[in-house]
Structure formats: C-alpha cells, structure tokens
C-alpha cells in the first residue's frame, strides 16, 4: 500500500538494482562478461574533482563469444591487469612542455574491487591521451612474496612549491621506494608536502617486471641556476615480445636517474586474451580503413596475383628470366635480398599495363600478430603496389619534378591497427611514411560510420597521411642556417619579382614533397582483404610471403648529373645551394631499388620504425 515501509525482499531488489546500474554505467564498452564490482575505496574521502575519460573508451563493439579476449581484465600469469577507463586530475601546470601549454596529472579512478593503482599518469596539454594506463590484481595467492607489495618509504623527486610555473596550487612528484624484491612501477603526485599514504600505491615483484627505456618528452622544468630541474618522459619496454607497458611517466631532477619499470606476460599461454577468427573478423569489418588515392595518381595498387598473372619476370643470378608461377610457387625463400629480382615484363605495353596496377583487383594482406606482451593486437595492413613513380621535391615556394628519381618496381605499404584486448577498442593507428612511420589517435582521423579511419595515399609515393593535405620532409642532415638562407632568398626574390621561377603556393618548404587529397579511386579494406598469417594460430602461408629476394631490380643513378641537371633550370643565385640541398636526398633516391616482401621487413616482428 502506498507509504507502506519496503520488504527486506523490495530492499534487495533496489540494492541489486542500484549496484547493476553502478557496473553498467562503468562498463559502457565493448561487449564483455566482465562483472567485478568497482572499488569504492579508490577515490579520497569527499572528493570532489570531476571524473574524465579521455574519450578512449570509444564506439561500443559487439564481439562473438570465446576465449579470454575482451573480459575486461588480462591474466598476465599471478598478475591480473585492467585498463583504467576513468581518471582524476591531480595538479595541472598551463606553462611550459609541447606547444607551452602545460601539463597534467592524473589518478585512475573507479576501478574494480581488488585492483590496486601502480603510479600516476600525465600527459601534455596539448595532446589527447595516446596510451593505456593499467592497474593490478594480485592473484598469485602467496600471502609472504605476493606479485603487489605497498612500499616502504617515497622520495621527493621534485615541487614545483616557490616557482613560476603557471599554477594553482603547489604540486609534489614522489617515487615509491619499493621492498626487496619488487620495483616501482610509476610515480605518485600530491597537492601536499607530506608523504603519500603507503596503500596509495602498490610495487610488483621483480619478476613481473622488464626494463624501459626513456621515449617522448612530455614536459620540463630548469631554472637558470640549474636548481629545481625535472624532466618527464613517457618509457617504452627495452624488448618487445612479452613486455607489457603500462602507461606511466618517468620523472628526474638533476642528480637522480633512477629507472622505472613496466609488466611482463609471465603466463604459460601468453596469448590467450588474443582474439579468435570471428573476433578478428568483426576487429577488421569495424576498424579497416578507407583508403584515398590521389586525383592525379597513376600508379594504383593490385592483388600479388594478378601481378604474376599478367607478366611478372623472376631474375636470379646465371639463369635466364622467367615468367612467375601460380602464387609464387618458383620463387626462392632462403636466400638472400639480392640472389633474386622480380620486375615488369620487357615489352612496353604489358610493361605500361603492369605499372598502373588494378585497383579493382586490389587486395589488402591482413598479419595478425600480438603487441604489447599479448594486451593488444596489431593488424598490419599491407597494400601492394605494382610500381612507385617518381618523387617531387619543394623549394621554397616551387615544387620539382625529379623525374625518375624516386621510381621502382613494386612497392610495399601498410597501416596498421592496434586495438587493446581488454575491450577489443582502437587505441592507435599507424601510417607508413618513406620507411618510417607515425601512430595516431582515432580521434586524428576522419571516421567513417564512427569507427573506421579515412587515410590518404600519397601521389606516387604512396605514403599514408591522416588528412587531404601536403607535406615536406626536410632532410634530417640539412643544417638549419641553409634552410634559414633558402628561406630568405627566396622570399627576397618573391618580393622584387626578380624571376619568373618564384610563384606564389600556398606550400613553402624544402624537401620531398607528399601531397594527398580525395578522388574517386578509393579503396575499402574490409570489402578486400585477406589474413594471410595470424602469429599464434596455425595458418597456411602463401608462397610468395616466404619470398626472400627483392620485388623490384636494383639500379644506382648519377645522381650528382641528375641534381645538376635539375639546378641548371634554376636561377643563378640559388644554384649551388639548391645543389647542395638536392644532394642530402635520401639514399633510397639515389637509384631504384625494389623492396623486399612484407614479411622480411624488421616491422613483421619488431616494432614499427617512427
């Protein structure tokens, strides 16, 4: 009757009630039978600092059933790891760092029952989040020498108490000073002069534990006199197999250069939070990218076959060419990169039609492989392009053609995804770049249906970029006072109107110039792909994978006659710069020189190269 008193039955239905809508607005991501109740004890008594996500939850995924990918939690073997999904600012600076913006520190928040915080996190104002930030539970079951111990003492590594550092208030970074036997693992910040409380972190016993190394520069401070110095970077793991990084900074002042340290997949199965094969088809159809050829491009991708198909010479040393057969059943796989060559057929027009390639037979080559001691995935998207056409270089306000300089046969590209596997979400994506590379946030791209990455393929280059724009790339070894001289004569030239070579553009660099932009020719990955190796499943390879010589001959130039070619239509008074300048192309300029297969290049089992 209304007014009535509850039952102790309606009582529990509204504690049971209150309690589901506690994980469920916790644990709003993808799919998973991830139940552990969150731990009220991790937030400070009458807290009242916002709770912020960074967004890295992203776009919730449906998963099929299976295994141990996306429960939430990953079982690195005694150690029980969960990606901390909401945060607490600490203490923010507004000055110095990236772009002067400042810096802020952040506490894991609402994390499960049992789960403990094993450091801080901090990231520079002006960037979004870019890694995951873990938390542990010990499940070893051995109350003496269990995997977290609290620690013994702190030490101050630096205040910014007294300085001018765009604050609000003072802050504190400590290092925990762990037992015998166990590491620390990241830094604790106060608001408070006083020593943390010894619960509000926990260290890892050692053999949990792998070595780091100092990574990106995240912030910094030094006064003139050299006093109240610190330093803060992000670390990655010194090996990449079974080290798991667990998103912390590292602090030092001056005279301190201690080290942290991350996890380690110490379980006899370190992959089985992997996905399974419908896991790994629902990562793809969700996350694959659209790819964005160049109005201008004339040199698009195909599948492998249809290059074999239609005319593909296989040279090896003291036997005549021949023709490639089936898959590449012919081609050798254990020899060296320059035993072999493959390159476009010697009549001219099954040579032109090769060299355009066919992007309606084009076909994405998906490798599986775990990352980041088996808490992620990598799908490593390659594109494979039948030839690479010649480079352009930017001076100052004017773009060169360098003609052939830049060509070869065959070209291997890839982007490659990284979704973590507590939750089965995109966290990076990385884009090739002339050898090298970068990652990126999804929040960096244009998303198609919300989940999907929009990339763009350089004009005959092929570079992968994240926006429809152009881009330069000085070389590295060019001393700076040259670019600031090339920069002035140029400008003084534009302002004088002294020659016609001078135009005006809305790009002024000096460098290989990449442009990018949106056409009709398009390339959807989910619609065309095949995984053609998936590294802890038993899974036939294609032949041609095994292949260990180069796609492509290879051919050195003159580059000195090409460079001064290429001056000799440039004016007087910039020549014997330009000359210079044109001279620290990059080697792989200096001729053509086709590459080797995907799966002989360092990134197939190593890191990717940024």
């Known amino acids: 009757m209304p007014g ?92 110095g760092g990236p772009k002067g913006l400042g810096v802020s520190f952040y506490e894991p928040t609402s994390i499960p ?25 010990d499940t070893t079951h051995d109350p003496s020498h269990g995997a977290l111990k609290s620690p013994i003492d702190y030490t101050l590594i630096w205040t910014s108490k007294g300085l001018n550092v765009s604050q609000r208030q003072d802050g504190y970074i400590w290092l925990p000073v762990p037992p015998d036997g166990y590491k620390a693992i990241g830094h604790i910040v106060t608001t408070s002069p006083e020593k943390p409380s010894l619960d509000k972190v926990r260290c890892v016993r050692s053999d949990f534990t792998d070595l780091t190394k100092v990574d990106r520069w995240i912030w910094g401070h030094k006064m003139q006199s050299g006093l109240s110095m610190v330093d803060l970077h992000t670390t990655k793991p010194k090996t990449r197999a079974l080290s798991v990084p667990t998103g912390m900074f590292l602090a030092r002042n001056g005279s301190n250069t201690h080290e942290l340290v991350c996890l ?141 300089i830049g060509e070869h046969v065959s070209d291997w590209e890839h982007i490659t995804l990284r979704v973590e596997n507590f939750h089965g979400t995109l966290h990076g994506v990385y884009l090739s770049q002339h050898a090298k590379g970068n990652w990126f946030t999804p929040s960096e791209f244009e998303l198609m249906n919300g989940t999907r990455p929009v990339v763009y393929a350089s004009l005959h280059g092929h570079a992968h970029y994240s926006t429809p724009t152009s881009f330069i790339h000085t070389p590295e070894n060019l001393d700076s006072s040259v670019i600031r001289m090339l920069y002035d004569e140029f400008q003084m030239m534009n302002d004088s109107r002294k020659s016609s070579f001078v135009k005006k553009d809305s790009v002024v660099g000096f460098g290989v110039r ?66 210079k300048v044109l001279q620290q192309l990059p080697p792989k300029l200096h001729g053509e020189e086709g590459p080797q297969g995907p799966k002989m290049k360092e990134s197939w089992t190593g890191d990717e190269p940024v």
């Open 264 to 404: 380690k997949m110490v379980k006899t199965d370190p992959y089985s939070a992997m996905p399974n094969s419908l896991q790994i088809r629902t990562m793809i159809n969700a996350y694959a990218p659209w790819v964005y050829f160049h109005p201008d491009e004339q040199y698009f991708p195909s599948s492998v076959l249809w290059f074999f198909e239609h005319g593909a010479e296989l040279h090896q040393r003291d036997q005549p060419p021949r023709l490639v057969i089936n898959d590449g059943d012919n081609l050798p796989n254990n020899g060296t990169a320059d035993d072999a060559f493959l390159d476009l057929p010697q009549d001219q027009p099954s040579k032109e039609r090769l060299q355009k390639g066919f992007l309606a037979d084009a076909v994405a080559y998906i490798h599986v492989k775990p990352a980041l001691g088996g808490t992620c995935t990598d799908l490593a998207i390659w594109l494979y392009y039948p030839f690479n056409g010649g480079e352009r270089f930017q001076l100052g306000p004017h773009t060169i053609n360098l003609g052939k």
């Open 4 to 95: 009535a008193p509850f039952s102790k039955f309606s009582l529990h239905v509204y504690e049971t009630f209150f309690i589901i809508l506690q994980i469920v607005c916790n644990t709003s991501y993808a799919s998973n039978d991830f139940s552990t109740l969150l731990n009220p004890n991790n937030n400070v008594e009458n807290d009242t600092r916002p709770i912020v996500s960074f967004d890295i939850i992203g776009q919730s995924l449906s998963y099929p059933a299976g295994g141990e990918f996306g429960k939430g939690t990953i079982d690195l073997g005694g150690l029980e790891v969960y990606e901390a999904l909401y945060f607490k600012k600490i203490w923010e600076t507004h000055s």
């Open 514 to 579: 990449d442009d990018t932009a949106k056409s009709k020719n398009l390339m959807d990955i989910a619609s065309t792909y095949n995984v053609v190796c998936v590294d802890y499943m038993k899974l036939g390879i294609e032949p041609w994978l095994d292949y260990t010589g180069r796609w492509g001959p290879k051919i050195t130039y003159d580059i000195i006659k090409d460079v001064t070619d290429l001056a000799n239509t440039l004016p007087d008074n910039v020549k014997e710069v330009i000359i």
């Open 113 to 137: 029952v049992g789960f403990n915080v094993i450091g801080h996190y901090c990231k520079p104002n002006s960037m979004a989040m870019l890694t995951s930030v873990l938390t542990a539970k």
